[in-house]
């Protein structure tokens, strides 16, 4: 019987996939240093939601109010430039983080996320971390810390990635 | 979501059968809310209050379930004790009440004679006999004094009620984010972002509200009471409570508040002059005003006068005297949710 994203959303959470979510979020960089029941604790407050190949996740434009983990499948990000028009930005594989900047600012999301080929992910909210904060200051403090410090690596290699292109013609790089 | 008929007849069928249980859960839900709507208005005004200490506990290390529990048996206690220890004056001025009741209304007839004199001039006298049976007939059925005190609470069957809202409030605190993740897994990909910010705003300023508002008539209540205690008025306590709970109503909650007191006075039940009552409620009024609301709500939730006029006239409609005092608070929360609405639909380019 094919699965479509209501009833996967609806009747999720099968086959022992709490212990493997748990399993996998230990390995990830966002919950490094965190130990086992702090883990347990974070994967209660995380979103599952499945989306179809060609499924938009989030549009541009909208407002965002957290951010998603790929734990399956992968993510085209694409820009929708007046100029341009439809840029594609980056395809984010399993174990990406979509849309992470929304989670400090509220600011509206400023690409469209679509689902390449059927994909899970795992969203946290502004509302899921302010109870977070609440309830264990600690915790929440580490993964902020260590969100942080992954925004931090893609900042450099996006730096390292312009440094690599040659300023012949400037306003190519004031594109960027 | 995928047209219903691109799928298999397995899916399609079992589609269908989950509309109609969901149909049937919502009509049976609704079917029963009705009668469930008090305790679940109260254990939802309640958990709001009370999650902050319990997030506390569960802080410190205690399960969800156990900080819940803590927290509501601690609720529990301290008003027993204080009604152990208040009990015994408050039955003194109760029964003082009904002993004294029959003088009272004695009293009132009287005054009434000069309101219904000068009456007189302006309605036929007819009608004037008949409002004036039907007002004494509300307060004296059956030779029973004030009867309508006796509906005022059996508006609110009691123990009923307290047992349910406890049962309510402790699920709220012990599960209230396993309740609202599975409402929000309901909701379709596309408005589940949408979804989830709108119950996270709307229930962090209807929880500040509903703080604020019982803190408020905390105070009120202390003040009120206190003051009419100092000033030698009967029934002082009561009157405190009533005061602060009628202050949840803008523009009227202060001055139905104030009128058993001043009424006391004129019918010469007190000592103290009317117009010195009437002064110290004001005073303490303007202090709630420029101080104490400021401190306590805030302005985050303003109503319009209009909305407020009419949200105590169906309020009273529906469910009386407490019908009156909760409208007011739920049209906060509800104005809170229609602006947070309005907002996430135009945020997410649906309006």
């Not at chain 2, 006999?129 to 004094?145: D, L």
């Not at chain 2, 408005?191 to 705003?201: D, K, T, V």
């Not at chain 2, 009227?252 to 006075?265: D, M, N, Q, S």
Request: proline share 5%; charged share 15%; net charge neutral.
């Amino acid at each position: 019987m094919s699965e479509s994203p209501l009833w996967a959303n609806l009747f999720h959470r099968l086959d022992g996939e709490e212990e493997s979510l748990r399993e996998w979020l230990s390995s990830h960089p966002l919950l490094k240093g965190i130990g086992g029941r702090d883990i347990r604790h974070i994967a209660a407050l995380l979103h599952r939601r499945q989306y179809e190949s060609g499924e938009v996740i989030f549009r541009q434009g909208d407002i965002g109010s957290g951010f998603f983990l790929v734990r399956s499948g992968s993510v085209r990000l694409r820009m929708e430039d007046p100029r341009k028009g439809n840029v594609s930005l980056a395809i984010l594989p399993e174990g990406s983080i979509v849309g992470e900047l929304s989670i400090f600012d509220n600011s509206p999301r400023s690409a469209t996320a679509i689902a390449l080929v059927p994909t899970i992910l795992y969203g946290l909210f502004e509302g899921d971390l302010d109870r977070l904060q609440a309830t264990r200051p600690g915790l929440a403090a580490n993964l902020l810390r260590n969100l942080g410090t992954m925004l931090a690596l893609r900042l450099k290699v996006t730096n390292e990635r312009l440094q690599e292109l040659e300023p012949s013609d400037p306003s190519t790089l004031a594109d960027i | 979501m995928t047209p219903l008929g691109d799928l298999a007849a397995g899916d399609r069928f079992l589609r269908v059968m989950w509309w109609c249980l969901a149909t049937g859960v919502v009509f049976a839900f609704l079917w029963s809310a009705w009668v469930l709507l008090v305790p679940l208005v109260v254990g939802y005004l309640l958990s709001a209050v009370l999650s902050p200490p319990a997030d506390f506990l569960h802080r410190k290390g205690l399960s969800k379930g156990l900080a819940a529990f803590a927290v509501l048996a601690i609720l529990l206690g301290v008003i027993g004790i204080g009604l152990w220890f208040a009990a015994p004056s408050l039955k003194g001025q109760y029964n003082n009440f009904i002993h004294n009741s029959q003088s009272y209304l004695a009293a009132v007839n009287q005054q009434l004679d000069g309101v219904f004199k000068f009456l007189e001039n302006l309605v036929p006298r007819r009608e004037l006999n008949k409002a004036r049976a039907s007002f004494v007939h509300e307060f004296n059925v059956g030779n029973r004094p004030f009867h309508s005190i006796d509906q005022l609470f059996n508006i609110f069957p009691i123990a009923e009620n307290v047992l349910l809202a406890t049962v309510v409030t402790f699920f709220l605190l012990a599960s209230g984010t396993e309740i609202r993740r599975w409402f929000v897994s309901l909701v379709p990909n596309r408005y589940f972002e949408m979804a989830l910010r709108l119950i996270h705003r709307v229930q962090t300023q209807t929880s500040r509200y509903i703080r604020g508002q019982m803190l408020d008539s905390l105070a009120n209540a202390l003040l009120i009471g206190s003051a009419l205690w100092i000033l030698d008025i009967p029934y002082s306590f009561f009157i405190g409570a009533f005061a602060g709970m009628a202050n949840a109503v803008p523009f009227l909650g202060p001055i139905v508040g104030g009128v058993p007191a001043v009424l006391l006075c004129l019918l010469g039940v007190a000592p103290t002059p009317w117009w010195a009552v009437l002064a110290v409620l004001a005073g303490i009024h303007m202090l709630d005003n420029f101080f104490i609301y400021p401190m306590t709500v805030g302005h985050s939730l303003h109503i319009p006068p209009v909305a407020v006029i009419l949200g105590i006239a169906v309020g009273g409609e529906m469910g009386g005297i407490l019908g009156m005092l909760v409208a007011v608070p739920l049209l906060g929360i509800l104005r809170g949710a229609i602006v947070e609405f309005h907002s996430s639909l135009c945020g997410y380019r649906i309006l």
